[in-house]
């Protein structure tokens, strides 16, 4: 019996390859990051509900800050390890720039939707600075870029609230 190779990933550390893909969801084929995205809305919907109030918006903040502060040096093992500069596996990234976008949002579907929506078009689009964070080395250009989208996102999101996106909820 035969032993498959191991791939150029699986030298990447355990700890490393389970934050990275965010417990195997980069693995979820077509559109991995928006896969990583959704299931950002989910669990942070679920959470937020259990939380008091007034610890929502902190709460968000420091997991914000905390999956962006692992995420980057996960995100670096696991591109070193594959040989790749941004593996499309890799979606803490979209983790990090998810829950900014929805910082102080009110908790409905509505909301969560817009944020998802706004969130994912910054990451695609890329709108200065985006795009040059990117260019950042190994993980840290793999997360804040998104991180940086988010942020857009964020911006956006506010916005709308201000102007009348709470009449939806």
Known sequence: MTQA????????????????????????????????????????GAASYALPVGWR?????????????????????VARASGLKDPQFVVIDEVAGQLIALIAVPLAWQTFLA??????????????????LEKLPEGTGIVLDDVAAGIYALIC?????????????
């Open 115 to 132: 944020g998802l929506i706004l969130f994912r078009a910054f990451d695609i689009l890329k709108p200065p600075p985006v795009r040059q």
């Open 57 to 77: 918006v902190p709460t968000n903040i420091a997991l914000a800050i905390l999956i962006t502060l692992i995420g980057i040096p996960a995100a670096t093992q």
């Open 5 to 44: 190779a191991p791939t150029s990933e699986s030298r990447a550390p355990l700890w490393a390859t389970a934050i990275a893909t965010f417990l195997g969801i980069g693995r979820m084929h077509r559109g991995p990051g928006t896969w990583g995205s959704v299931a950002t809305v989910l669990l942070w």
């Open 157 to 169: 999101m506010q916005l709308l609230l201000r102007l009348g996106l709470r009449n939806l909820v």
